[in-house]
């Protein structure tokens, strides 16, 4: 098994190649996808987020250190996302509307597709029309926000009064997550359910489903 903790050091300095290299050789030799993902690479990036806010890092080292992420991600994804047949239920799933970030959105995107979701993925910032269009196109029962600034926060309540002014509220079951993000916040803005982490998702999206 490859030293993992050099997982985290090849995020942080941005060493894609490396990076790609550590986790096919810990995939191969039998590493839990989940272990790794949460273990060592979130830990890599909340490093490059503090370094940023210290000013020790700028936008083209977390630019590094998130493409690094992303290409250790593409090797673990296709192992959250192995599935059945039969959909549970469908998802529409969006970064909201003035945020780039991605990666979180997609970690959720690829657990609900592992636990038994058709899921929709329309990117990074998404608006509030784009969310009521396919929601009315595609009539999901279940929309996933993501945000990661607190400046798109009102963004998430921004797109869930959009649905209730489509007369689509009442359809779909809304859920918000991102790390600025609370429980406190989802019920002031009026969405179903927060949930903090890739491996709370599926459960959640389960619960308010049942509900
Ligand atoms: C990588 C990164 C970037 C990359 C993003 C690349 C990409 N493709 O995503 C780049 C360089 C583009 C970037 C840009 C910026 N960033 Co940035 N970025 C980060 C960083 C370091 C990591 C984010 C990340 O990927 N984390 C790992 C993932 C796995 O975690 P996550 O996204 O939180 O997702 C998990 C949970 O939150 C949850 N979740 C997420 N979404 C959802 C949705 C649902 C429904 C559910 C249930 C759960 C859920 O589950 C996920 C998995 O466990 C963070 C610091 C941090 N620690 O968060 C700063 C951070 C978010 N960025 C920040 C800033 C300020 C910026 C910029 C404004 C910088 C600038 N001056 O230009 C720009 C904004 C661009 C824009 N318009 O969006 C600040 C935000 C401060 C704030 N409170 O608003 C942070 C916190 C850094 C800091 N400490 O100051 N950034």
Known sequence: MPDLTKLYEVI???DSKSAIAITKQ???EGANPIEIVNQHMIPAMDEAGRRFECEEYFVPELLLAARAMKGSLELIRPLLAARGDKPVGRVIIGTVKGDLHDI????IASMLEGGGFEVIDLGTDVSPEKFVQTVRERQPNLVCLSALLTVTMPSMKTTIDALKSAGLR???RVLVGGAPVTEQW???IGADGYGSNAAAAVPLARSVLAK
């Open 186 to 188: 989802a019920k002031e």
């Open 170 to 172: 009442d359809q779909v």
């Open 26 to 28: 810990a995939l191969d």
């Open 12 to 14: 942080l300095n941005g």
């Open 104 to 107: 979180g959105k997609n970690l």
